[in-house]
């Protein structure tokens, strides 16, 4: 079935520093999400980007869906973007529709 | 606007046992997901119903059904529960979910607003 791989595992940042998060998928898909998972497990839809760039506020991400790879930016960090970030795609075609990532740990220090 | 309510929030059950979970969805939504969360297996997408339809669903045992009500309500049932199945059970509800738009293939979507989750422990 199709990899979902994301990158790096954990990080920690000072606030006001910037951050990439890279999700690398195995295969082509018909669209792919980013999630935030706050630390009391509120679970947070940030975006669909099956291509292109989107941006809301200081988080914007890129898919490059021809080299199956999109990447999450954090600008400005504040303690309140501490969480786990999730990537997922979907293939409603597949009997594996829809696979997470294991997610990026950030936390952000005050 | 009342965000999507889970109950309920904690349940303990031993193995064998059945359980239904619940989900409100918010109002207007349509569709209604599952998801499973394990430290082992991370998230699962379980299933997803729309207008009282499954229609999509993951790769998950028979064991695991669920159903939504002409109020968009979704209950999940889970049979004969096993040691596994403790896990924080989430749903998100929308207006259009994983939908396929027409002949284009192309999937609607739309902001995805997830519940609390239900924490389940088997005992």
């Known amino acids: 079935g199709i990899q979902v791989e994301q990158s790096p595992p954990d990080l920690i940042l000072q606030e006001g520093a910037n951050s990439t998060l890279r999700c690398n998928f195995s295969d082509s898909v018909n669209n792919l999400q980013w999630f935030h998972q706050n630390p009391w497990g509120q679970l947070i839809n940030l975006f669909y980007?099956?291509?292109g760039t989107k941006q809301n506020g200081r988080l914007s991400a890129t898919t490059v869906a021809t080299e199956r790879y999109s990447l999450l930016y954090i600008s400005s960090s504040q303690t309140t973007d501490s969480g786990v970030y999730f990537c997922a795609v979907l293939w409603m075609n597949r009997d594996d529709k829809i696979i997470f990532g294991k997610g990026t740990r950030l936390h952000i220090l005050p | 606007k009342a965000g999507v309510t889970q109950t309920p929030r904690y349940l303990i059950k031993t193995r064998g046992q059945q359980v239904t979970l619940s989900c409100s969805p918010i109002?207007?939504?349509?569709?209604v997901s599952w998801y499973q969360q394990t430290p082992g297996q991370g998230l699962q997408f379980l299933f997803e119903?729309?207008?009282?339809?499954?229609?999509n669903k993951g790769n998950f045992p028979g064991r695991f059904s669920g159903r939504q009500f002409s109020n968009s309500r979704s209950e999940m049932n889970v049979s004969t529960l096993e040691l596994g199945d403790s896990a924080l059970y989430l749903c998100?509800?929308?207006?259009?979910?994983?939908?396929?738009?027409?002949?284009?293939?192309?999937?609607?979507?739309?902001?995805?607003?997830f519940g609390p989750g239900t924490r389940l422990t088997v005992l």
């Open positions: 980007i099956p291509s």
């Open positions: 119903y729309f207008s009282e339809t499954q229609r």
């Open positions: 109002s207007g939504h349509r569709s």
């Open positions: 998100a509800s929308s207006l259009v979910g994983y939908g396929l738009a027409g002949g284009s293939g192309s999937l609607l979507t739309d902001t995805q607003y």
